[in-house]
């Protein structure tokens, strides 16, 4: 029998359940509820679900993130299976799951599975203490995680103009310098915090390098770097 550890569940997740069996339901797979009996948790993560959107988008209005088109954009990518996979890799959650003996080998490499543990968590704080309860623990997670992402897309975007590529682009034509190529070097991080590393290069040259969370991103900032290179050196690569 699995042994359901339940005070430092409550610790990761940050609430206290009343109903410890809804606790444990919100972490029962339907392959562990067929093998040993009792109810599984899809329902709740029906239900989670809702509350999520609901939350997000409260969140999103509230805050006035932009017009509807880039609301509806920004709650898509809140509310997405990678946001909550972070959020149960972050309070390691996939320790509680209870899975049949057949389903115990996807147990990590499965993202469906992350993400419903998430959603069933949310109805469970919201069916055992109330909706603010719930907020409060979806504000902690990903909400939070998107504000310090969205930070952060700030930032990169005040260190390069959105133009940059055009801009070293012109250079190179004006000067009849040659051909620019954007090779990208590596990419590392998981599927949800990923970061780039591309290279700006010229006749198959490399003028600069930079980092950033987005490919395209990289490459804006990199063409920055080879533009401002290249004028310093009077438009030779060295």
């Not at 309070?91 to 147990?107: H, T, W, Y």
């Amino acid at each position: 029998m699995h042994i359901f550890d339940i005070d430092e569940c409550e610790k990761r997740i940050g609430y206290k359940f009343n109903d410890k069996m809804l606790l444990r339901r919100c972490f029962t797979h339907s392959s562990y509820a067929y093998e040993n009996g009792g109810e599984d948790n899809e329902l709740l993560e029906f239900f989670g679900d809702a509350i999520i959107q609901f939350v997000v988008t409260e969140h999103l209005y509230k805050n006035a993130f932009g017009d509807e088109g880039k609301l509806t954009k920004k709650r898509a990518e809140v509310v997405s299976k990678e946001p909550l996979l972070k959020a149960v890799e972050k309070l390691k959650l996939i320790d509680f799951v209870l899975l049949g003996k057949g389903q115990e080998r996807a147990k990590k490499t499965t993202e469906k599975l992350f993400s419903s543990i998430y959603e069933a968590v949310v109805a469970g704080i919201y069916l055992d203490g109330g909706l603010e309860k719930a907020k409060k623990f979806i504000k902690n997670t990903i909400i939070a995680d998107f504000e310090v992402l969205s930070e952060k897309r700030k930032k990169e975007n005040k260190i390069v103009k959105p133009d940059a590529k055009n801009k070293f682009q012109e250079y190179v034509q004006k000067n009849k310098l040659g051909s620019i190529s954007y090779e990208l070097l590596w990419k590392k991080g998981p599927e949800h915090k990923p970061e780039f590393r591309v290279a700006s290069t010229l006749n198959g040259t490399r003028i600069a390098e930079a980092s950033a969370s987005s490919k395209k991103m990289a490459e804006a900032i990199s063409a920055e770097l080879a533009l401002n290179k290249l004028k310093k050196q009077g438009g030779k690569t060295k």
